[in-house]
Structure formats: structure tokens, C-alpha cells
């Protein structure tokens, strides 16, 4: 590369990074999204308002923007970068699980549940959650592809991994200074992040 590193260990080491990041970041959203979701359709009343507000007000902003902002303030470091993907992608999951549970609940094997007296967190655990699972796996892999996206911006403008490690966005970044030199250093990671979200989005359509 631009200071004579081997190019492909930093391509498939830069993997490990960039898709650990997307998939922790979208684990941690899945998580919450799926608990403010499920509580606020279950519960009704006032974790119902919590829930609805607190994706409004997430979802009021642009996520590129509010990511930049954040670095910018507490500087780069991969735990801050997983905290605010995490936070911006949870309404997804929240609007998601929300949604399929208001249909759920109505359902006669819920009510039955229900009827044996089974408590709200038997029920939504055992008997609501995995009947919303597809739609929360499609969102999930979709999340992941976003997260991938959004931490190669970061990394390319410098606010993403910090170096030395190394991130397919912050390969892009350091090929972009020889680009006219040596255009393959650029591909390849372009080329890296290409197939990868097409291969999630594969998945996601499947």
C-alpha cells in the first residue's frame, strides 16, 4: 500500500474489524430495539408513549450526521462508534418488534398463554418473540449491511477505527492519496465492501 504494507493481510484482516464492528453494533440494537418494542405493544400506556417517542426523536436525525457530530466531540475509538450505531439503529428494531407484536397479542395461541396464567415475560420470551422473529432477522441483516456502510464513511474521513488497526473504510482512505499512482489500492476494499453487503443483503432477501 502507500507505505508498503501487504495489501491483502490488511484486506482480510481489516474484515475481522469492519464486520466485527457492524455485527456488535447490530447485536446491541437488536437487543434493545426488540425489548423497547416488546414492552411498549405488551404493556400499552406510558412504556408505549416511551417507546414511540424515543424512536421519533432517534429518527429525527440524520445518521451520518449525528455519528460525525459524536466522534467529533468525544473523539474516535471503536467502543464510542459501536454506542452511537447501536443508538441509532434501535428504533429500527423498536418500530419492528413494536408492530408484530400489537398482531401477535390477538393471536388465540397468546391468549391461551395467557389464559393459563402465564406472566408477561413467559409470554412475550417464549410465546410472542419467536413468532416475530422473521421480520427482526430481516432487520437484522439489513442492520448489519448499514452499520458496515456508515463505519467505512467514518473510518475513510478519519473518525471511524483509529489507525493502526485497520478497517476496509480506512484502507480507502489511505488509497485515496495515491490513487492516480496506484488505482488497485482503492479497489480493493471497495471491492471487499461490494460483495459483502450484497452477500448480506442475499441473505436478508432469502
Known sequence: DEIGRDVLSRLIWGARASLGFAFTAAVLAAIGGTILGLMGAWLRGW???VTIRFVDVILCFPPILLAMLVTTLLGPGRGVLIFIMAVLFTPGF???AYAQTLSARKFDYVEAVRALGARAPRILGLTVLPNIAGPLLVQFSLTVATALIL?????FLGLGIPAPAPSWGRMAAGARATMAQAPLLLVW???ALMVTIYLLNTVCDR
Open 151 to 155: 463505519e467505512s464513511g467514518l473510518s
Open 47 to 49: 412504556p408505549e408513549i
Open 94 to 96: 423498536a418500530r419492528a
Open 189 to 191: 476494499p471497495a471491492l
